[in-house]
T-cell receptor, first 113, second 115 residues
Framework: QKEVEQNSGPLSVPEGAIASLNCTYS??????FFWYRQYSGKSPELIMS????GDKEDGRFTAQLNKASQYVSLLIRDSQPSDSATYLCAVKGGSNSGYALNFGKGTSLLVTP | DTGVSQDPRHKITKRGQNVTFRCDPI?????LYWYRQTLGQGPEFLTY????????KSRLLSDRFSAERPKGSFSTLEIQRTEQGDSAMYLCASSSLAGGPETQYFGPGTRLLVL
């Protein structure tokens, strides 16, 4: 069974700090990796996608991918209270793994003023 | 481009009743997905359409669940003889391969409560 694992948290960081969210996955053939943000009672909202090893930066967000270690992370710099949400890691498998995204359970982030 | 829309946003029903949800994808997207999410869990895949063809179904999609996408535009998800365990957020997502790797965008979801 293809699994995506995340620490459920809550992860608490002070405003202005760096929040580091981590995700591991079991399907070594996975090709595409996504981070979604989900506020309570709302639907997932795409933050970042990453497809190759290394770092990808977009504003305050940096996604990091290490396929050898089957590990993907999201860094949020200068964290704001508005960043408080659940962050979902999603992985899409290789061509033989179907079309769906496999999601972790999410990490709850709390940014305290 | 108004994004993915879903209707209704909330549905309360009694056990044993049938319910139907609608999803309108982003207009140029030919791929459409249904997911289900319960409290404290990530979304779980239910089914996938490419245009009007239903190409993949999860084992989670029991015989009481049926989905359609006539003419490859909007999609409906019907649950027959609802059970309390069907209470969840039902999410629709759409995507396209045009212009690069596939990225799924989610609608606002339909929250179902079965009493």
């Amino acid at each position: 069974q293809k699994e995506v694992e995340q620490n459920s948290g809550p992860l608490s960081v002070p405003e202005g700090a760096i929040a580091s969210l981590n995700c591991t996955y079991s399907d070594r053939g996975s090709q595409s990796f996504f981070w979604y943000r989900q506020y309570s009672g709302k639907s997932p909202e795409l933050i970042m996608s990453i497809y190759s090893n290394g770092d990808k930066e977009d504003g305050r967000f940096t996604a990091q991918l290490n396929k050898a270690s089957q590990y993907v992370s999201l860094l949020i710099r200068d964290s704001q209270p508005s960043d408080s949400a659940t962050y979902l890691c999603a992985v899409k498998g290789g061509s033989n793994s179907g079309y769906a995204l496999n999601f972790g359970k999410g990490t709850s982030l709390l940014v305290t003023p | 481009d108004t994004g993915v829309s879903q209707d209704p946003r909330h549905k309360i029903t009694k056990r044993g009743q049938n319910v139907t949800f609608r999803c309108d994808p982003i207009s140029e997207h030919n791929r459409l997905y249904w997911y289900r999410q319960t409290l404290g869990q990530g979304p779980e895949f239910l089914t996938y359409f490419q245009n009007e063809a239903q190409l993949e179904k999860s084992r989670l999609l029991s015989d009481r669940f049926s989905a359609e996408r006539p003419k490859g535009s909007f999609s409906t998800l019907e649950i027959q003889r609802t059970e309390q365990g069907d209470s969840a957020m039902y999410l629709c997502a759409s995507s396209s391969l045009a212009g690069g790797p596939e990225t799924q965008y989610f609608g606002p979801g339909t929250r179902l409560l079965v009493l």
